[in-house]
């Protein structure tokens, strides 16, 4: 890492010093950038070399929209070029590259054989210290076996396939042989239930599973045929086919069934044959993404094959600054939003070599994301704020023990991350200077929609940034009015943007009535996120609308309070829930080597009464060694709640470690 230029270093220190501006984040050392003070400046060293370096680029997409977002389409290429870049006649239905025709897999896989064949694709790291390596040549040529190999047991395009996989090659793999023939694939998060996968089997009325024997955990081995056996019993229909990857190294070891094959015979059998990837419209179904919504069954996020990779390819090359000589490393799993456009489709787009990591981060030492980075020279990294929390937990002495000199560029997703994490991983895995990039966006958007932009657009600890250009996000009042700088609305993006999901799998009504307002100014796609947004057009975001909590009638943002929390000196991870009597009761995980003790305790509610106010002030504090997440590693808050309020739980599937739910429940006894 080289020279940050002392004009960064001085934003830096004013930022420190500077009077906190962002609602709940009172202590300066965590303080916000003011807004008065541009923010941290990208670093000299890193725009001489940025993907993108004009300011005039947000301009350009203001007087050339939609039009400006040809230049995400040329990042690919079209078996048929669009000339229309944005059908709008029937909002909130949008169609992005209409009379464009593509398919995605060339553009991640064939197109990057001219001359950069032996280039990595993948490299994969399993849980038990294997390694696995493709080039674009052998990525290309097991994606077409495996295009072959869904032909012969009749997939055909447009049939949903369903692939319940690990984070092994095989997925990856799959998901292109499924772009290949143009069949949709519906990936379901390998550690999710049967119940869930057959739910999702069902809802996306899939009649292809691909899966696998069985995965690790640590030293264990997990069944994981066994639960598609059990969906199986549950779904309404039946399933034409099933393949098995063998991943626990037994040559498959479960007995096949009826109309179940293993993934290795077929590949054997096809290997060497060639599928000529199927040219889609631009607005075909690529694949459908169920995620959570506020109520009810899961939705069906479907996303069209053009816009989506066109605005995926544009974002991972302009925001994270992905090129084709990197070695970059998304670490969210592929079972969800992030690992699809990040892990997969944007990298390849790209011809860049991405990492896979099956693993656990602290597995076999806590030190293994930082060998993995420096091992493969990793430039690009992404992760989540729950990680970076981790990391902090387990202390510096890891990432410090480490040359992360590689690192060109951090970028981070999923939640708001405070001020204090921000400079912890730009200072212990960024090398003090490197762009660290926070990165807001959905399951729906497709792709990222508000960010700094690293050559271009100062950062500010805490915030998001501006929406990118092209994006029309603005932070509205329940009327749809804009609200004034500094005070909470609601976050709402107006006109379509490429990555958009197309609709959802339960119909036009469930697709509006989720997202759509229709204002006097048009059609808004409401976010579901609240927000503010500062002088300079920077937005904060204080979490889901829902979660608000009432805390003595006065309605408190959750991240609002937990900010504060954090900033205890010691203090790692806060949740608030109400305690269902108008009052409040936290919850905190501390640093290892910090005892958690009445000291603590006392700083959390003192600091909360000061930043927040005394009508803030905890009634209880409560210590437990972790917080509950669900697999995406958002903090259950809603189980928190439960345990606080002594309620019957509610569904907690969802949640990644259960074996918590006894230790906080014991914990809230104890604190009486
Ligand atoms: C939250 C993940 C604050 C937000 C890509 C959003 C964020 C939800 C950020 C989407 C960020 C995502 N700062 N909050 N940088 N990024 N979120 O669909 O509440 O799993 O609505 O997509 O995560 O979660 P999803």
Redesign the pocket.
């Known amino acids: 890492m080289t020279n940050a230029g002392s004009g960064d270093r001085d934003a830096n220190a004013d930022e420190r010093t500077s009077a906190d501006e962002r609602a709940g984040g009172g202590d300066p050392s965590d303080a916000a950038a003011d807004p008065s003070d541009g923010g941290v400046a990208p670093p000299s060293w890193f725009r001489e070399e940025a993907a993108l370096t004009d300011p005039g680029i947000y301009d350009e997409f203001d007087t050339e929209w939609p039009d400006a977002w040809g230049r995400a389409a040329d990042l690919l290429d079209w078996d048929r070029p669009y000339r229309t870049v944005l059908d709008d006649s029937e909002p909130p239905f949008y169609r992005w590259f209409p009379d464009g025709r593509l398919n995605a897999a060339a553009n991640c896989v064939d197109r990057h054989l001219d001359g950069r064949r032996n280039q990595l694709a993948i490299r994969w790291f399993g849980k038990r210290g294997e390694r696995r390596s493709y080039t674009y040549f052998d990525l290309h040529r097991e994606v077409n076996a495996a295009a072959a190999a869904l032909r012969e047991l009749g997939v055909e395009e447009g049939d949903v396939v369903t692939l319940y996989l690990p984070m092994i090659p095989e997925l990856p793999i799959t998901m292109l042989a499924c772009a290949r023939i143009g069949a949709p694939h519906n990936v379901v998060f390998a550690g999710l239930s049967a119940e869930a996968l057959a739910t999702r089997l069902d809802a996306a009325d899939s009649a292809y599973l691909v899966t696998c024997d069985g995965y690790y955990r640590r030293e264990d081995a997990f069944n994981q045929k066994s639960k598609a056996d059990n969906a199986r019993l549950r779904i309404d229909g039946d399933l034409a086919a099933t393949v098995v990857v063998d991943r626990l190294g037994d040559a498959l070891s479960v007995p096949l069934g009826e109309d179940e094959h293993d993934y290795g015979t077929l590949i054997d059998r096809h290997d060497g044959e060639t599928v000529a990837p199927v040219a889609r419209d631009a607005t075909d179904l690529l694949f459908v993404m169920y995620?959570s919504g506020t109520t009810g069954r899961p939705k069906g996020v479907e996303h069209a094959t053009g816009g989506y990779l066109a605005h995926v390819a544009w974002t991972a090359r302009n925001v994270l600054d992905v090129r084709p000589d990197d070695t970059y490393w998304c670490a969210?799993d592929i079972g969800?939003?992030?690992g699809h456009?990040y892990g997969v489709y944007g990298p390849l787009a790209l011809g860049t070599t991405t990492v896979l990591y099956e693993g656990s981060p602290d597995y076999p030492d806590r030190d293994r994301v930082w060998d993995l980075i420096e091992r493969n020279a990793v430039s690009v990294f992404y992760t989540s704020?729950t990680a970076i929390r981790s990391f902090m937990k387990w202390g510096a002495e890891y990432p410090d023990a480490h040359d992360l000199s590689s690192i060109r560029l951090l970028g981070?997703?999923?939640?708001?991350?405070t001020p204090k994490a921000w400079r912890w991983y730009r200072e212990h895995v960024g090398g003090g200077d490197a762009p660290v990039v926070?990165?807001?966006?959905?399951?729906?958007?497709g792709a990222i929609a508000?960010?700094t932009l690293p050559g271009v657009t100062p950062m500010k600890p805490g915030r998001?940034g501006p929406p990118l250009p092209g994006i029309d996000a603005r932070v509205v009042d329940e009327t749809g009015d804009p609200v004034a700088p500094g005070e909470a609305g609601y976050l709402t993006i107006g006109k379509p943007w490429p990555g958009m999901l197309r609709g959802l799998r339960e119909g036009e009504k469930r697709y509006r009535r989720e997202y759509w307002l229709e204002t006097d100014d048009g059609w808004r796609y409401r976010?579901?996120?609240g927000a503010t947004v500062d002088d300079d057009g920077y937005v904060t975001?204080l979490?889901?609308v829902d979660?608000v909590i009432n805390v003595r009638t006065r309605r408190f943002n959750t991240?609002e309070l937990e900010s504060a929390i954090v900033a205890v000196d010691g203090v790692t991870e806060a949740a608030v829930v109400g305690d269902g009597d108008g009052g409040v009761v936290a919850y905190a995980t501390t640093r290892s080597g910090v005892d958690p003790d009445d000291r603590t305790r006392a700083a959390i509610r003192d600091r909360l009464a000061a930043t927040v106010g005394e009508i803030a002030r905890p009634d209880r504090v409560v210590f437990t060694t972790e917080l509950p997440k669900t697999r995406?590693g958002?903090i259950m808050r809603r189980l928190l709640e439960d345990i606080t309020q002594d309620d019957e739980f509610g569904d907690i599937s969802a949640l990644r470690n259960p074996e918590v739910v006894g230790e906080i429940e014991s914990a809230v006894r104890d604190d009486g």
């Open positions: 995620t969210a969800w939003i992030t456009s704020p981070t997703v999923g939640e708001a991350i926070d990165t807001w966006w959905q399951t729906e958007t508000l960010a998001v976010t579901g996120d975001i979490g889901r979660d991240a995406s958002k």
